[in-house]
């Protein structure tokens, strides 16, 4: 079953501007991480953020979380037509064995139009 | 260092056919994580294995199981194939499979007719 969902299932803007997605999720959690897939193939890491942290940054991403909301954002900065892919979140559960096993959300389609 | 590798890319199987998929992980990952992509359901966790034991497992009936070997490599095996089981089916490998990012292979398209 997934863990959480997010929004919005889909998402069009043209290159330049900045794209966001959001994550809820249900449990409580270690770490929540972000992948990209582009058309069906595997998954890519974007970035983790652990159940300690607020915010992170890597390159063009930002990242929040809220554990108190159970809820975390993705931030696309300048987004490029290379950008056009689907975005998921993930959850680690709380405990040590259990890195493992990620519980992912339904995904963000983001479509970068040049 | 070499990718997650996963093989055969690509099958096509009856139903009430059994299949075997394979999977590499990244040298010296000891946790390898198999799960299952479909439109309908999306990305469902299907079990973890770490130094050759079953660590975690999600909700699938027992028709689908799994193995790890002791170079890390493994298996997942899926008997009695249902229509329902056409998926992409992807592992992932990690370090310590504890709060560590995974890293995909490019997935095995399984189509049953």
């Known amino acids: 079953s997934q863990q959480g969902e997010e929004d919005p299932q889909a998402l069009s803007i043209q290159e330049g501007e900045n794209a966001t997605m959001n994550c809820s999720y249900k449990t409580s959690i270690n770490n929540l991480q972000w992948y990209r897939q582009n058309s069906g193939r595997g998954l890519v890491h974007l970035i983790l953020?652990?159940?300690?942290?607020r915010e992170k940054h890597s390159g063009r991403l930002r990242v929040t979380l809220d554990t108190s909301k159970k809820s975390s954002s993705l931030l696309i900065t300048a987004s490029r037509a290379a950008d056009t892919a689907s975005y998921f979140c993930a959850t680690g559960g709380p405990f040590y064995n259990q890195g493992g096993k990620l519980i992912f959300g339904q995904g963000t389609e983001l479509s970068v139009k040049p | 260092k070499a990718g997650v590798t996963q093989t055969p890319r690509y099958l096509i199987k009856t139903r009430g056919q059994q299949v075997t998929l394979s999977c590499s992980p990244i040298?010296?990952?000891?946790?390898v994580s198999w799960y299952q992509q479909t439109p309908g359901q999306g990305l469902q966790f299907l079990f973890e294995y770490f130094s050759e034991t079953q660590r975690n497992k999600g909700n699938f009936p027992g028709r689908f199981s799994g193995r790890q070997f002791s170079n890390s490599r493994s298996e997942m095996n899926v008997s009695t194939l249902e229509l329902g089981d056409s998926a992409l089916y992807l592992c992932a490998s990690s370090s310590t499979g504890v709060s560590y990012e995974q890293y995909f292979g490019p997935g095995t398209r399984l189509t049953v007719t």
């Open positions: 040298s010296g990952h000891r946790s």
């Open positions: 953020i652990r159940s300690n942290e």
